[in-house]
């Protein structure tokens, strides 16, 4: 288990540096410099580039430079906003973000698990087809459609709930539907065939030859198996959930990263661009490397699968 | 023979002295046709096709995705407008008899712009599975039949780009590159090919041990045509099912980075840019310029979805009956 900590914990750091290189290799694969005057919208900042990313040193000292920047998480000034870095930015913005991305992953996985389980119980029933169709729906709608048409049914049409921004708890419901949906449908999808296949096992039939009562045997004996997928995709889920805040936060006029992200790049506001894409890029780097740690702890079986050589 | 053993157990199983032996009938059996098989034989495919056919949503959605084949073809020239026509006069017409879609605030045609919208989608998805099937396999396959330290050297590299979170880099690059079509292709393909190249791998490394492989091998089969007659072949099923759903997959992606203004550009039109430009509709009630080509992204998704997810059962030998 230590063996393959360390092994996917290298495999983080090598993953975070290609996404750091890729992003120097592009920023100087610009034609001209992202950072020259017209781009730039006064001296001061110009400056302040310049100072920050030793435009006047040789390409070895900027990555090297560059790299140190990154480690110590500093990104350096924004072109178009003279006054805040990247940093700031980040600060202001991400706490929003994240408030918003880890209700709606709450949301999903509750209402996701929920609906895989009654659906698997009800294998081909009424409820089982009723529960799959809104989960292929939800995989089908874009989440930016799904905002905009709860926008305009809800808020406009029917004034129930406010169009936009992020003020109360009544503000929140509508872009967690709109974010929730998509990830609520793979996870239901998900939870419904696992839980399907646990059932079918000896020691379900087992369990129930003892007389245990049906909701023991659900939770304890068979959604604990059945989660271990839903375990994996995790990742995949936050990385979804994360880039989908981008278009929601832009939709409900949220004041988080995602937006000061969509602005930087309708602006082209190059280290804005970079020092999020970063920032993000490791932040789900590092979320996938603690899923797959937690689930080889939860899982029993990872271990001899994974020194298979996988 | 037969009537000996009938006989004999009788006398052992008392059961069977209750059961009047007039009860019995002699059924003639032929012994010439015992061994010939009634069931058409079937091949793979076909077998896949008929069971495909069973499945009515799956099939709901290959005629969708026929259909709108046909319209993005030619839907375009059904109207005398173009797809940039500007026409200043007709601004946000609602669907009419001169305009089926109704218009934009440009005065353009939705009805035009839908279906070369979808020609845009259909285009982008179908390219990505393409270029993520061909490098998919080549090196899924490489990968899976070399085995030892080349797949491991191979697989170390597909797991860092594995972990990169793919809309991110894909971001990044269109911002360096500039938006087109060819840039969202490549962006979308060069992390794309990924989840093929696992599935690919993944078969090879299960099949070419298996006797039909060796047995080719011990008559003398190069390399070449191990990969190209027995192990491909074999893996097809899971891998047209993995480009079903790299389709609606990609067409989001496009829809996405148009909607965040990294997309195609005006005046051509994708479903991604006009839901963008619809966006102050919500508010205006101009619901045509949004509802069209936000239906036709939701129902091109949902049909790929649920014709993945028939072609997955139809092509699974396991659930053959």
């Known amino acids: 288990m230590l063996k393959y900590t360390i092994k996917r914990f290298l495999l983080m750091i090598m993953t975070i540096w290609i996404i750091a290189t890729l992003t120097f290799v592009l920023m100087n694969a610009i034609p001209g410099s992202p950072f020259n005057e017209e781009r730039t919208s006064n001296e001061a900042v110009q400056a302040n580039l310049e100072a920050h990313f030793n435009l006047d040193q040789s390409p070895l000292v900027q990555y090297a430079g560059y790299l140190k920047s990154i480690a110590t998480f500093d990104y350096g000034p924004s072109i178009k906003k003279p006054n805040d870095s990247v940093n700031d930015l980040l600060s202001r913005g991400f706490p929003i973000s994240a408030e918003l991305g880890i209700i709606s992953v709450t949301v999903a996985l509750l209402s996701g698990v929920v609906l895989g389980v009654i659906a698997a119980l009800r294998h081909n029933g009424i409820i089982d087809y009723l529960a799959m169709t809104i989960a292929v729906l939800g995989i089908s709608i874009p989440n930016f459609v799904l905002a905009t048409l709860l926008i305009q049914q809800l808020s406009v049409n029917a004034g129930v709930l406010p169009v936009a921004t992020w003020s109360s708890p009544m503000h929140m419901i509508l872009p967690t539907i709109a974010l929730a949906t998509g990830p609520m449908a793979i996870i239901a999808r998900l939870t419904r065939s696992s839980m399907l296949e646990v059932l079918t096992q000896d020691y379900i039939k087992m369990a129930r030859a003892k007389g245990l009562s049906p909701m023991t045997i659900i939770v304890k004996h068979a959604l604990k198996n059945a989660l271990m997928p839903v375990v994996t995709i995790m990742g995949t889920i936050l990385a979804g959930v994360l880039t989908g805040t981008f278009v929601i936060e832009k939709i409900f006029a949220i004041p988080g990263m995602g937006q000061y992200f969509v602005e930087s790049i309708n602006q082209r506001d190059y280290p804005v661009i970079m020092g999020t894409t970063v920032f993000y890029s490791a932040f789900l780097v590092v979320i996938l490397f603690i899923v797959d740690i937690t689930y080889g702890f939860l899982d029993p079986r990872v271990k001899i699968h994974k020194e298979e050589g996988n | ?321």
């Open chain 2, 1 to 321: 023979m037969d009537q000996y053993t009938v006989e004999k157990e009788k006398q052992q199983d008392p059961r069977q002295e209750s059961i009047p032996s007039e009860w019995f009938e002699k059924v003639d059996r032929d012994q010439s046709n015992g061994e010939s098989v009634i069931r058409p034989s079937l091949s793979y495919w076909q077998d896949a096709w008929i069971r495909l056919r069973k499945n009515k949503i799956a099939m709901g959605g290959l005629i969708f995705l026929i259909l709108l084949g046909i319209m993005a073809t030619i839907g375009p020239y059904l109207t005398p407008y173009s797809v940039g026509g500007i026409t200043l006069a007709n601004q946000n017409q609602p669907p009419s008899w001169d305009h089926w879609f109704g218009t934009d605030d440009l005065g353009r045609d939705v009805f035009t712009r839908t279906w070369y919208g979808a020609r845009i989608s259909l285009f982008v998805g179908i390219m990505a599975a393409l270029i993520d099937f061909s490098i998919g396999v080549i090196y899924g396959g490489i990968s899976g039949y070399k085995g030892g330290r080349t797949d491991n050297v191979m697989m170390r590299f597909v797991e860092v780009l594995y972990g990169l979170p793919y809309l991110l880099v894909v971001i990044l690059l269109l911002v360096v590159l500039g938006p087109s079509l060819f840039t969202i292709i490549l962006a979308l393909t060069i992390t794309g090919w990924v989840g093929m190249a696992r599935i690919v791998r993944g078969q090879v490394l299960q099949l070419k041990n298996l006797e039909f492989v060796h047995a080719s091998k011990s008559f003398g089969a190069k390399t070449s045509r191990i990969i190209k007659k027995n192990l491909l072949p074999n893996t097809m099923g899971p891998i047209i099912v993995q480009m079903t759903l790299t389709v609606p997959t990609a067409i989001f992606a496009e829809a996405f980075l148009s909607f965040l203004g990294l997309g195609i550009q005006s005046p051509f039109a994708s479903w991604g840019t006009m839901a963008n430009d619809a966006l102050t509709t919500i508010l205006s009630g101009h619901w045509w310029r949004l509802f069209f080509p936000a239906f036709f992204i939701s129902a091109t998704m949902f049909a790929f979805n649920v014709l993945g997810d028939g072609l997955q059962d139809a092509l699974d030998p396991k659930l053959r009956r």
